[in-house]
């Protein structure tokens, strides 16, 4: 079945310093989501990329979607605390109604 | 609006107990998901609904039974609960397929043992 793969698995940052994680899917995918799960909270949605090659800014973050649609990247300029947390992306799983997650890449920002 | 809501937060189980989860939501969505979430570890789908009375499987159903008879409620059935349940389950909702964002619920934290 379909794969959506993350790395890294974990990034320990530096507050300041950038930090991208990056997902690559099995298959060439329709859209891509991402998520952010703050520590014992629940997954909220941040973005979702639909066109080959586009990229999309929300103030220090950066979603690239990649020109064949099957990778995508989240860069974070200049790390906050309050960026905590852990980054999923989601693609559709084939032609059916479900979204196949990544494992997440888990950051923490040593402030 | 509420957005979803999952009761219990919290359940301590037995093995071979039952228990049902429960997972509401107001937004008028008609797709409804359940995953589990193993620490470390990802969104595992469990089973999900696209509308009242429709429900399929997802990724790892075994062990657990859903059913869709409104809009607003899917409940996840555990039977006879064992210790590989132990997880985090969420249960999320959205206004249509993959090409609509998930809204999830707070969560419940199960433990088996």
């Known amino acids: 079945g379909q794969q959506v793969m993350q790395i890294p698995q974990y990034q320990h940052v530096q507050e300041g310093e950038d930090f991208t994680t990056y997902c690559n899917s099995s298959?060439?995918?329709?859209?891509i989501q991402w998520y952010k799960q703050r520590p014992g909270g629940h997954p909220v949605f941040l973005i979702q990329?639909?066109?080959?090659?586009e990229v999309k800014k929300q103030k220090r973050l950066t979603f690239q979607f990649g020109e064949a649609k099957k990778n995508s990247s989240l860069h974070i300029t200049a790390t906050q605390t309050t960026d905590v947390g852990t980054y999923f992306c989601?693609?559709?799983?084939?032609?059916?109604?479900?979204?196949?997650f990544g494992k997440g890449t888990k950051l923490t920002v040593n402030p | 609006n509420a957005g979803v809501t999952q009761t219990p937060k919290f359940r301590i189980l037995k093995i071979g107990q039952s228990m049902t989860l429960q997972c509401t939501q107001d937004?008028?969505?008609?797709?409804m998901y359940w995953y589990r979430q193993d620490p470390g570890m990802g969104l595992k789908l469990i089973y999900y609904?696209?509308?009242?009375?429709?429900?399929d499987k997802g990724e790892v159903p075994n062990g657990y039974n859903v059913s869709r008879s409104t809009t607003e409620d899917f409940p996840l059935r555990l039977e006879l609960a064992a210790p590989s349940q132990t997880s985090v389950y969420f249960c999320?909702?959205?206004?249509?397929?993959?090409?609509?964002?998930?809204?999830f619920g707070p969560g419940t934290r199960l433990t088996v043992t």
């Open positions: 990329l639909v066109k080959s090659g």
């Open positions: 609904s696209v509308g009242a009375g429709i429900t």
């Open positions: 989601a693609g559709p799983s084939g032609g059916s109604e479900k979204l196949v």
């Open positions: 937004m008028n969505h008609n797709y």
């Open positions: 298959t060439t995918l329709s859209n």
């Open positions: 999320a909702s959205s206004y249509g397929g993959t090409s609509y964002e998930q809204y």
